[in-house]
C-alpha cells in the first residue's frame, strides 16, 4: 500500500519552461514533506521542505506547493534548465516523534536543449 | 556536501555470508539512517538512530541490524545475505530529524 503516490514515472519538458511534478499522499498524519533530486550514481540531494502549516514554500527556482486538503503537493521549477534532468522524490513524515519518512517512487524529469 | 561517507562503495558476496556496511558522518548530528533503494519502491527506511546506541526499526528491518556505538558511526549488518537483499544502500544524517542529508551509496550485490 503505497502512502505516497508519484503517478508520473517520466516528464519531459523544454529548457526555460516550467517542470510541475506531483505527489499524492495517503497518510493524514503526515505533516512535513520534503522533495529530493537524484542523478545517477549519487546520493539524493536535498532540494526543499514544507511545513503542513504552509501552503508555498519557495527557494530560488524551486517551489513546492502543499494541498492538505487534496492531500498534494508539487514541486515547480522555473526555468527548468538541462541541469534538472534527474529523478525527482517527494518524502512525507508525520512530526510526532521522530521523522520517519516515505518516500514515494520518484519522477524522471529531462529538461530538452 | 554534508560530511558523509559510506564504504564500502561496491561489493559482491554470496549468499549466506554476513555482510557489514559502514556509514561515517563528520558533522556530528544526532540522527542517522539507513534506506535501501529498489526499482519501482523508491526509497525505503531500513533502520534509524537517535543517538549513540539507540536504534529503531523502519519499514524493511527484517534480515537487517543495526549498531551505533560513536556519534559518528552508523554500522548496518546483514547477518546472512540473501539475493533479495541485493539493492543500493543509503545512509542519510539529519541534525534535528526534519531534512535529511545522503551518503553516495553502496551498490551490494548477493550472488
Known amino acids: 500500500d503505497q502512502q505516497v503516490k508519484q503517478n508520473s514515472p517520466s516528464l519531459s519538458v523544454q529548457e526555460g519552461r516550467i517542470s510541475i511534478l506531483n505527489c499524492d499522499y495517503t497518510n493524514s498524519m503526515f505533516d512535513y514533506f520534503l522533495w529530493y533530486k537524484k542523478y545517477p550514481a549519487e546520493g539524493p540531494t536535498f532540494l526543499i521542505s514544507?511545513?503542513?502549516?504552509?501552503d508555498k514554500n519557495e527557494d530560488g527556482r524551486f517551489t513546492v506547493f502543499l494541498n492538505k486538503s487534496a492531500k498534494h503537493l508539487s514541486l515547480h521549477i522555473v526555468p527548468s534548465q538541462p541541469g534538472d534532468s534527474a529523478v525527482y522524490f517527494c518524502a512525507a513524515s508525520p512530526t510526532s516523534g521522530t521523522y520517519k519518512y516515505i518516500f514515494g517512487t520518484g519522477t524522471r524529469l529531462k529538461v530538452l536543449a | 556536501d554534508a560530511g558523509i561517507t559510506q564504504s564500502p562503495r561496491h561489493k559482491v558476496t554470496e549468499t549466506g555470508t554476513p555482510v557489514t556496511l559502514r556509514c561515517h558522518q563528520t558533522e556530528n548530528h544526532r540522527y542517522m539512517y539507513w534506506y535501501r533503494q529498489d526499482p519501482g519502491h523508491g526509497l525505503r527506511l531500513i533502520h534509524y538512530?537517535?543517538?549513540?546506541?539507540?536504534?529503531d526499526k523502519g519499514e524493511v528491518s527484517d534480515g537487517y541490524s543495526v549498531s551505533r556505538s560513536k556519534t559518528e558511526d552508523f554500522l548496518l549488518t546483514l547477518e546472512s545475505a540473501t539475493s533479495s537483499q541485493t539493492s543500493v544502500y543509503f545512509c542519510a544524517i539529519s541534525k534535528l530529524g526534519e531534512e535529511q542529508y545522503f551518503g553516495p551509496g553502496t551498490r551490494l550485490t548477493v550472488t
Open positions: 538512530s537517535y543517538g549513540v546506541k539507540d536504534t
Open positions: 514544507i511545513s503542513s502549516i504552509k
